[in-house]
DNA sequence: TTGGCTAATCATGTATACAATATTAATCAC
DNA sequence: GTGATTAATATTGTATACATGATTAGCCAA
């Protein structure tokens, strides 16, 4: 038996049914937030059946609520894949993350107190580290995760929510447009925006935010990869 | 069989197959938007089988959906029941609204045609006529759309998306904590912001948009009902 | 009547069987 | 060898059966 299966299954006898499925869940997430399941992998019902030691059923469930968070793509009688975000979905979910991210500045700014910042500094603390080390799945989910618990201080249960929903979506949009080895954040980022936080400066922290966020954006190279009938006349020079 | 052919008939089998959830989903999900299925009502899988004639397992899918969208709570071996939104989720909903929805105001008034007005402003009519009318459902729904559609406009899937969740909570909201018979949004406060946006002018927009936001919130009665263990002493005077 | 116990009923959770469809392999004609 | 046609295999879609847990009803005793 894996690791996982050992897991989710000491878990369930501890705690009630439900919160197996919810390990699962997690497990299947933080795979394809961390990279390990690269966008266009095919994710079978049975495989993943079996992997996890339930029926079809309860991966079909995990894998529609995937889809509505629209990490999976799940196209009738052809199944599931981790799904590949386009070009507009990218911009869309940047877009989205300026507005949001960024207005929730000054709020935090507000709410922010010693604890919650020393506990920030410590992702961005670990987040380095794993980069150092060539952490690569690691360090992305600390960075994904210090931008979501940033929002979540906001008090706004609702918009934090949103928030973890775009940084999921914006790991597969770096796995696919991203430049390999080079995280989206910049490794002191994390840091300076603590401290202008901490220091009650939210429009500072809002705009140093944006630009933030800019630069992530500003990284990716958005060429379109048209997998499917390439013109290999335009390829090979006609 | 050809590559076209192949694709052709698997869309028009998608269009079949797939539809019918569609159609269920958007069946119940419009009930609980336009607030004939009220907060609290409880959806048994049973009776909603029989009702549209599927068996179990694709309610269940539906009632999943609509718990991810939290239209819906679903309690362990309890079943579901239509979500009643707490004065928290409230605040934090339209928290949300103000941040999103006045943000994008400026890019709606930077994009919208003429063509695009008059929709919205047949849009607003029908909801004055309907408001008229006493068509309280349609009302709900129309104001709903109007918001969702303004959201539309500027050109961002992934906003609008939420946006569009806002609004059925908002629903629910306006069921729970609204007054009965006085719906959300002023009458001629859509008209109004047509204006401003045909105009050009989004910061005008965004200002007005914040105020017929605030003006919806404040005319909530915030007041927790305690439907368990009601305090008899308190309510006949002890 | 109130309280607690047990049995019966009901509703949901899960797995599995079967049907429908897509993909792949094999065959044959040109 | 290329292309088309058919057979096979694999994979998802749907329904149903059974297990598990929750609710209700009935009963008896205090």
Redesign the interface.
């Known amino acids: 038996m894996s690791d996982v299966q050992a897991v989710a299954k000491r878990t369930a006898s501890e705690k ?3 919160e197996r499925h919810e390990i699962i869940y997690r497990a299947v997430s933080d795979a394809i937030v961390e990279q390990r399941l690269k966008p266009g992998a095919r994710l079978r019902e049975d495989a993943l059946a079996e992997v996890f030691a339930i029926s079809r059923t309860g991966i ?2 995990i894998l ?2 995937l889809a ?1 968070e629209q990490l999976v793509t799940l196209t ?3 199944g599931a894949r981790v799904t590949r975000p386009t070009a ?2 990218a911009k ?2 940047f ?2 993350r300026q ?2 991210e960024c ?2 500045m000054p709020e935090v700014a507000r709410r922010i107190g010693t604890k919650e910042a020393a506990e920030l500094r410590d992702m961005a603390h670990r987040e380095r580290k794993a980069l150092r080390e060539g952490q690569q799945s690691a360090a992305i989910r600390l960075s994904a995760d210090f931008h979501v618990r940033l929002a979540q201080l906001s008090g ?4 934090a929510e ?1 928030v973890e929903r ?1 940084c999921s979506r914006s790991s597969l949009i770096l796995a696919v447009y991203g430049h390999p080895g080079h995280l989206g954040c910049e490794s002191h980022d994390h840091d300076d925006l603590i401290g202008y936080l901490e220091a009650g400066n939210g429009e500072r922290a809002r705009a140093f935010m944006s630009r933030h966020l800019k630069a992530i954006e500003a990284s990716l190279s958005m060429v379109e990869e048209e997998d499917d009938v390439p013109d290999l006349q335009d390829i090979f020079g006609g």
Chains 1, 2 share one sequence.
């Not at 706004?156 to 918009?159: G, V």
Request: aromatic share 4%; hydrophobic share 35%; net charge neutral.
């Open positions: 009630e049914g439900d079909r469930k529609q609520r509505l009738p009688r052809r507009n979905e869309d979910v877009d989205a507005l949001v207005g929730l706004n249960a609702t918009l949103f775009l």
